[in-house]
C-alpha cells in the first residue's frame, strides 16, 4: 500500500531564486503587500501574510544578477497565492491594474478563479480564490471537473467596489 499524505498538511513556503532583492521587494512587498518579516542584508528576505515567520523567501545566494531561468527547462512552474475571498482577489487585481502591472492569463477553474502573471524574474504567479466547495463541479460519478473558462475580469471588478 502506498503512503497518503496526512489531510492537514500543507504547503507552508516557498524559497525562491532572484536575481536582484530591491527589485522583487517591490513586486512581493510593495506591489502584492507582503510584510517583510526578515532581512538577511542584500542576499535574502522573508515576507509574510498575517505574521506567519515566512510564506515566501527570496534569496540570490546563486542568482544574483543572473537572467530569467529557461521556460523549456524543468523548474517550477508557478506559486499560487490562495486569497481568502473573491473581494480580495478583486481587490489585488485592482492594484495590478492601476499599477500597470502585465497579467499572463485570467481563468474560471470551476472550483477557483486566478489571476496569472511573472514576477520581475520571470517566475509564475497565480494568484486565486477557491469558490465554496458546494459550487465545484462534479460530473454524474462525483467525479471533479476542473475547466479553464475565461474569467470575467469586469465582474470581478465590481467586488472590489
Known amino acids: 500500500m502506498s503512503y497518503i499524505v496526512p489531510a492537514q498538511t500543507r504547503i507552508g513556503h516557498v524559497h ?9 521587494l517591490a513586486f512581493y512587498h510593495e ?12 542576499q535574502a528576505v522573508f515576507i ?6 515566512h510564506h515566501i523567501g527570496l534569496n540570490t545566494w546563486h ?9 523549456n527547462a524543468p523548474g517550477l512552474y508557478h506559486t499560487a497565492i490562495l486569497y481568502p475571498t473573491r473581494k ?10 492601476e499599477a500597470k502591472y502585465p ?38 460519478n462525483g467525479q471533479l471537473e476542473m475547466v ?4 470575467d475580469l469586469e465582474g470581478l ?3 472590489a467596489e
Open 48 to 53: 509574510s501574510a498575517g505574521g506567519y515567520h
Open 157 to 159: 471588478l465590481k467586488e
Open 103 to 140: 497579467l499572463t492569463g485570467a481563468s474560471d477553474h470551476g472550483v477557483s478563479e486566478a489571476l496569472y502573471l511573472d514576477d520581475p524574474d520571470g517566475n509564475g504567479v497565480e494568484l486565486y480564490w477557491d469558490k465554496p466547495k458546494e459550487q465545484w463541479p462534479f460530473d454524474a
Open 16 to 24: 525562491l531564486k532572484v536575481s536582484d532583492l530591491d527589485r522583487s
Open 63 to 71: 542568482s544574483k544578477g543572473a537572467g530569467p531561468a529557461p521556460v
Open 88 to 97: 480580495d482577489l478583486a481587490v489585488i487585481l485592482k492594484r495590478l491594474l
Open 31 to 42: 506591489l502584492l503587500g507582503f510584510e517583510i518579516v526578515q532581512r538577511y542584508g542584500s
Open 148 to 151: 479553464t473558462k475565461r474569467l
